[in-house]
């Protein structure tokens, strides 16, 4: 089956550090970008951040210098590290798959996603 | 605060012809494709519309896009209630380096 799953998610005190990862299956991982996007319960969709088949990478300015993105090929994963947690990180996130071809820059696969909560 | 803007809500009733707006600007929308999400309450969002006007294989076609200048708009014909949803739109922006997402639309069938 064709499918992103993710895990790492929890509770952690503000200043605190989570990895999050996203696990892919079914389809050549190697050959995809993949993004992460959050969302605050309630509220609408922000995108985090992305990595390519190359290992370039790009990051929304709130999360530049402390979230960092990595990909092992090997394992078919993706991670997301994050340090000094806010509050205002406190969303669901999903990874998604950054289309090919046609597709290119759309995110046509998602995970179901992990909540992080960022409390005291 | 997201730099695409859409309307909070939109509503019709089972059959009719719904419409939602995206402005941006000239760095993202005016220079990028866009691309349309639909999410129901309690779900990962899910393609819609890619290439401003382009439906995924298993998208009815009573979903379509189009963009024009610094804007996009998505239409729902033949409105049925599980259409009932969250609409996003997104895009890159070349100003930020990075991808943006609408503020989101709420449809409700009436």
């Known amino acids: 089956e064709v499918q992103l799953v993710e895990s790492g998610g929890g509770l952690v005190q503000p200043g605190g550090s989570l990895r999050l990862s996203c696990a892919a299956s079914?389809?050549?991982?190697?050959?995809?970008?993949i993004h992460w996007v959050r969302q605050t319960p309630g509220k609408g969709l922000e995108w985090v951040s992305y990595?390519?088949?190359?290992?370039?990478?790009y990051y929304v300015d709130s999360v530049k210098g402390r979230f960092t993105i990595s990909r092992e090929n090997a394992q078919n994963s993706v991670y997301l590290q994050m340090r000094t947690l806010t509050a205002g990180d406190t969303a669901i996130y999903y990874c998604?798959?950054?289309?090919?071809?046609?597709?290119?820059?759309?995110?046509?696969?998602w995970g179901r996603g992990t909540l992080v909560t960022v409390s005291s | 605060q997201s730099v695409l803007t859409q309307p909070p809500s939109a509503s019709g009733t089972p059959g009719q012809r719904v419409t939602m707006s995206c402005s941006g600007s000239?760095?993202?929308?005016?220079?990028?494709?866009v691309f349309w999400y639909q999410q129901f309450p309690g779900m990962a969002p899910k393609l819609l519309i890619y290439?401003?006007?382009q439906r995924p294989s298993g998208v009815p076609d009573r979903f379509s896009g189009s963009k024009s200048g610094t804007s996009a708009s998505l239409a729902i014909s033949g409105l049925r209630s599980e259409d009932e949803a969250d609409f996003y739109c997104?895009?890159?922006?070349?100003?930020?380096?990075?991808?943006?997402f609408g503020t989101g639309t709420k449809v409700t069938v009436l």
């Open positions: 998604a798959r950054g289309g090919d071809d046609e597709l290119t820059d759309a995110f046509d696969l």
């Open positions: 079914g389809f050549t991982f190697s050959s995809y970008d």
């Open positions: 990595i390519g088949t190359t290992g370039d990478t």
């Open positions: 000239s760095s993202n929308i005016g220079s990028n494709y």
């Open positions: 290439r401003n006007n």
């Open positions: 997104a895009t890159w922006d070349d100003s930020l380096s990075g991808f943006v």
